[in-house]
């Protein structure tokens, strides 16, 4: 493996293994150096500074004394000769005193070798990244959404289990899930780059408002990006392997989009790298292995639509404006498509940052790279532009993370790119780290609006039974609350105008509960229905309408 | 080789552990909370217990209401246990009077509320006009109000432009026609339902109708939507009715017309004189028999007739004796 990977990898500054077989060896450079004094000096006894080994006495260079030399009495004039002739000898020079310190072996290069203590060092690095995301996303809190608690009622194959962990259980999961995609994306951005590209990939990722925000959220997303995070981690483990290795990521590729459906835009994408992956060292069988990957993919899905029915959802029109949409996607994940637009662009103009003159070995051709760069920074966008398209931007918030999945190995790359060689310009990581994780808590903060719902929930406790029909705007929320005092099927969704007049006017409803700013015109001055509460939420500048909710009096 | 390959899997692990360390901490949802605290009346804080007062079984109480007006109450109990001395029973209704453009006295009706009754404010609009105030120019103060009143958060009953039947009062029939009465009302209510104010209890009151019959009640209805109780202001004077049934039929016959909601002698006395021990034993005889009726406030104010109970020592005796009935006063539910 090891000497695949030297062969193989597109590494920057390659593996231990290229400079070791590059540069000269040790031996050889030690051979080069001057020898001079006692070369049994130089070796471990270095660090006893001045002191001579063996002597055990403490060694003091000394001027000659008058001894070691011998002058003539100065000229008196009393000489027959007829210029001064001074008598000397010749003293042999003292051997010169060994050095003080010598420096220590400098190792070609520093930590971005995959040696153990980098390999550590990359570890640690992304323990705190990860402790980061996870507290990004612990800041967020609240009561259900409604999709949440739509979810939390659902016994799907899938989503059954994890409603039944709750609202919190399903969030901690939802958590453990999207840290795992990232660790992911760090591995596979370290085997297809290197290690300080997968860190940089790793911490744009983690403070990308998606990420928070899917981290804190009880759905199956969490755990589709995840799937799909393992499918690419496999597709990048397994670059070198036989095409038939290929076959290891397709059941987590397949199972992405029934976990949620938006994870299905991005399976031509996983098959694209399935290629550009494995191009370097299969040639043609690359291919093979892209069409392994996607037949088996799509096998794998068609027994899922024949077992579970197509998920829904995924082509449902509105009419949402999408030059909005584009415009919210744009602030949501641009910064991250710029960085790994300029990442894409360093990489195809160089793949390497020449780190190691010595040691680089082979690269992929610039078309590959190209090629690599496009298909990863154009998969940011296939999100936006389908629910652009669809008007539809329902839960884009989420779902524009899933393509900055496969955008964000470039901008790591991008980032150490810029960062420049032996991390010239350090400064420019950490701008780019800050803005995004500035602009990733506010996008959250204002996204991440769950319903207060409490006092909702603490005013309707008071009201309702077994029997009652309740008509409100948020019927998966109540449903949810109330799952053990209700059934779902009590709970109806209250129409707009109109129709909430109607509604109201059947007087089959035992209780009202809307989010409105306002007394709708139905129920003002009603004289079947008491307005018994108007709960406003607790954060007042938060935006949102309070409840109020009507009894029949 | 092993390392590197088990490096996600392990950071993945890791972060599993800690984030099952976390959720253990992170796990109160607000909500789950108030869908499984225990029925309010408890004194257990939490979100159940930020709920509005619910006035609803205040409307039709079990027993009578005995209100009183004094002169310094409801800003200070003095004047209401004094009386409560003087008459041998609590007051649960405290009348006050409060001017079109002065704020809501949340002190005196939580002042009330503490001491186990209700406050009942007499809304006067003697300025400027019942037509200002349907037409939303007086809305920035009904919105003061009402929030003053929704956040004081204990109930209230208003009785807004009482005696509206009378020519007396400028919100009279002299100056205002019957609709911009019922349009001011009902403006009045939706904004204080717009702030959330539901600790309101919504007293139409109008003057018995014995010396205006000319005036017919009906127009100024604003609705059994806008109104909770009636209240029939009707003095018992020296040349007037000495029944409960001709000093209150009359009206209460024309009332029953079009609406059934509990009726309330939401202001009353008797002139002193040789019939006031009478009148005080027909007033609580007609209040404990009649079933719609909910009660009276006594007006213990000397003003134009000494209408104080204590200044006729029989007719005193008489209320003390009547009020000691059971079935008068009742603590006001705390929640």
């Known amino acids: 493996m090891t000497t695949q990977q030297q062969d193989g990898s597109w590494s920057e500054p390659g593996s231990q293994q290229d400079w070791q077989q590059h540069y000269p060896p040790y031996t050889e450079q030690q051979q080069q150096q001057p020898v001079h004094g006692d070369q049994q000096a130089y070796g471990d006894h270095q660090a006893y500074g001045y ?16 001894a070691q030399q011998r002058y003539t009495r100065p000229y008196t004039g009393g000489s027959d000769a007829e210029y001064y002739v001074p008598e000397y000898t010749v003293v042999e020079p003292e051997p010169e005193p060994e050095p003080g310190y010598v420096l220590p072996e400098v190792p070609v290069s520093a930590w971005a070798v995959d040696n153990s203590r980098s390999a550590w060092i990359s570890r640690g690095a992304l323990l705190l990244i990860l402790l980061v995301q996870a507290g990004l996303s612990f800041r967020l809190d609240g009561s259900a959404f409604p999709q949440e608690a739509k979810f939390l009622v659902s016994d799907g194959a899938l989503s059954g289990p994890v409603a039944q962990l709750g609202l919190a259980g399903a969030r901690a999961l939802s958590l453990a899930w999207a840290l795992g995609a990232t660790a992911l994306l760090f591995g596979a951005t370290r085997l297809l780059f290197n290690a300080r590209a997968g860190l940089a990939a790793a911490a744009m990722y983690s403070v990308l408002e998606s990420t928070a925000f899917t981290g804190r959220y009880a759905s199956l997303h969490s755990l589709s990006l995840f799937l799909l995070a393992a499918a690419l981690w496999l597709l990048a483990r397994t670059r070198q392997s036989g095409p038939a290795a290929v ?12 976990a949620a459906y938006s994870a299905a835009l991005y399976l031509p994408t996983l098959t694209v790298l399935a290629v550009l992956t494995a191009y370097r060292f299969r040639g043609a069988g690359a291919f093979v292995r892209g069409a392994l990957f996607a037949v088996a993919t799509g096998a794998l899905c068609f027994v899922g639509v024949l077992l579970h029915g197509t998920p829904s959802g995924w082509n449902v029109q509105s009419d949402d404006s999408a030059v909005e949409l584009l415009k919210e996607s744009a602030q949501w994940g641009g910064v991250v498509l710029l960085v790994a637009v300029i990442g894409a662009v360093g990489f195809i103009r160089r793949a390497r940052m020449g780190e190691m003159p010595w040691a680089e070995g082979s690269a992929p051709g610039a078309v590959r790279r190209s090629l690599l760069g496009l298909t990863m920074c154009a998969t940011a966008l296939l999100a936006p532009l389908y629910q652009a398209w669809l008007g539809n931007g329902s839960s884009l918030y989420i779902h524009v993370g899933f393509g900055l999945l496969f955008a964000v190995p470039m901008a790591g790359l991008g980032v150490s790119r810029m960062m420049g060689a032996h991390f010239r310009y350090p400064q420019i990581g950490i701008m780019i780290y800050v803005a995004a994780l500035v602009i990733g808590m506010a996008q959250t903060g204002g996204l991440y609006r769950p319903p207060d719902s409490a006092a909702m929930v603490g005013a309707l406790r008071e009201v309702v039974d077994t029997k009652g029909a309740y008509l409100t705007d948020d019927p998966e929320i109540s449903a949810y609350y109330f799952r053990a005092q209700t059934k779902p099927a009590q709970w109806h969704r209250a129409g707009q105008g109109a129709a909430l007049t109607a509604e109201v006017k059947k007087d089959s409803y035992d209780v009202i509960a809307l989010r409105a700013d306002s007394v709708p015109e139905a129920l003002r001055g009603n004289a079947d229905y008491r307005l018994l509460a108007v709960l406003r939420p607790s954060d007042k500048d938060g935006g949102q309408e309070p409840y109020r909710i009507w009894v029949k009096r | 080789m092993i390392r590197k390959s088990v490096l996600p899997l392990c950071a993945a692990l890791m972060s599993l552990a800690a984030v099952a360390g976390c959720g253990v901490l ?14 309010a009346g408890s004194a257990s804080k939490g979100p159940g217990a930020e709920l509005p007062y619910d006035v609803k079984p205040l409307l039709h109480p079990g027993k009578e209401y005995f209100g009183v007006a004094l002169d310094g109450a409801p800003s200070s109990l003095k004047p209401v246990d004094a009386f409560a001395k003087t008459v041998g029973k609590k007051p649960n209704l405290v009348g006050s009077y409060s001017s079109w453009g002065n704020g809501f006295n949340a002190v005196g009706a939580q002042n009330v509320f503490g001491d186990g009754g209700m406050l009942y404010v007499s809304w006067e609009p003697f300025k400027p006009g019942l037509d200002k105030i349907a037409d939303g120019s007086q809305d920035a103060y009904i919105k003061k109000y009402a929030d003053s009143v929704r956040k004081t958060d204990v109930p209230v009953a208003i009785s807004f432009g009482h005696e509206m039947n009378g020519h007396w009062y400028p919100w009279g029939t002299k100056d205002t026609t019957p609709e911009t009465f019922v349009k001011a009302w009902r403006h009045i209510h939706d904004v204080f339902q717009q702030v959330g104010a539901t600790n309101v209890i919504w007293v139409w009151s109008p003057n018995v109708v014995n010396p205006v019959r000319s005036v017919k009640l009906e127009p100024y209805w604003p609705g059994d939507a806008y109104v909770d109780w009636v209240g029939i202001v009707g003095y018992w004077t020296r040349t007037g009715a000495h029944t409960f049934d001709t000093l209150y039929g009359p009206t209460r016959s024309q009332i029953d ?20 021990r009478a009148d005080v034993r027909a007033l609580f005889a007609g209040v404990k028999e009649d079933k719609d009726v909910i009660g009276f406030l006594w007006f213990n104010i000397p003003k134009r007739a000494d209408w104080r109970i204590q200044s006729s020592p029989l ?19 705390r929640s």
């Open chain 1, 247 to 258: 076959l290891l990521a397709a059941p987590f590729a397949a199972l992405a989009p029934f």
């Open chain 2, 26 to 39: 992170g796990g109160d949802d607000p909500a789950a909370q108030a869908a499984k605290e225990p029925s």
């Open chain 2, 315 to 333: 007719a005193l005796a008489e209320f003390k004796r009547l009020i000691a009935d059971d079935d008068f006063g009742f603590e006001v539910p």
């Open chain 2, 257 to 276: 017309a079009f609406t059934d909601k509990p009726v309330l002698i939401s202001e009353t006395s008797s002139e002193p004189g040789e019939r006031r």
């Open chain 1, 51 to 66: 002191q001579q080994p063996y002597t055990g006495q403490p060694y003091i260079p000394q001027q000659p004394n008058p």
